[in-house]
């Protein structure tokens, strides 16, 4: 069945969305496809990430301020052994160390003491503001600036692998997070904590709140 009959009648719409495209080019395909302009997402995916994404069409758009809120489940891939100035690898690197061994019994320590509360500093592409201006504007600019700290929080941590690639290491951990939290921050604390550089590599989005991603829609 075509996704214009699926969606159509929905108020809210699961968007299964791709690595590449913007969260916003996710809501102009659906805007194409239905002609309807009233369309928005809960909660950003960054080009490089895929998985769900909720989108709320007319009406449904009303709900998206508490659809925002709602807690996250990701799956990520962590590079250990390269940082970023963006904090995954569409960013310049700043930092690579080959890593000969790693002790995988610390890494697991380190993931499952992620949960809990963390003040951490957001990513310089992101679209917190500073003094009226979006971070990813001055960074974009090559301009400099003091990235503040926010509270984000892990509810769960779950170790899956850790593997050697060539010079560095592949992390992969599925977590548990309140709305406002980024993964790209807790992979540097990750690597902070085992003191090697760290960037994120792979991030998928599994749930939102009760949502999930098996019942979300393609669309191209």
Do not use: W
Request: charge should be positive; aromatic fraction near 4%; glycine fraction near 8%.
């Amino acid at each position: 069945m075509k996704i214009k009959k699926k969606v159509e009648d929905k108020e809210i719409v699961l968007i299964d969305k791709p690595k590449g495209p913007t969260s916003f080019d996710m809501v102009s395909r659906l805007r194409r496809k239905l002609g309807i302009r009233k369309i928005g997402h809960a909660g950003t995916l960054d080009p490089l990430a895929s998985g769900l994404l909720i989108l709320g069409v007319g009406k449904g758009t009303k709900k998206l301020a508490d659809l925002i809120k709602l807690p996250k489940t990701y799956e990520a891939e962590i590079l250990l052994g390269v940082s970023t100035d963006t904090g995954d690898l569409e960013g310049k690197v700043l930092k690579e160390q080959e890593i000969e061994t790693l002790d995988i019994k610390e890494v697991k320590r380190v993931i499952k003491g992620l949960v809990g509360k963390l003040l951490l500093k957001v990513p310089a592409y992101s679209a917190i503001k500073v003094k009226g201006e979006r971070l990813y504007k001055i960074a974009r600019e090559g301009r400099t600036v003091d990235l503040p700290e926010k509270e984000m929080e892990v509810t769960k941590a779950v170790f899956k692998s850790c593997l050697k690639s060539e010079k560095h290491y592949v992390l992969k951990v599925v977590l548990d997070v309140k709305s406002g939290t980024y993964v790209r921050s807790l992979a540097e604390e990750i690597g902070r904590r085992l003191s090697v550089p760290a960037t994120l590599k792979n991030l998928k989005r599994t749930k939102i709140g009760k949502f999930n991603l098996k019942d979300a829609e393609k669309i191209s």
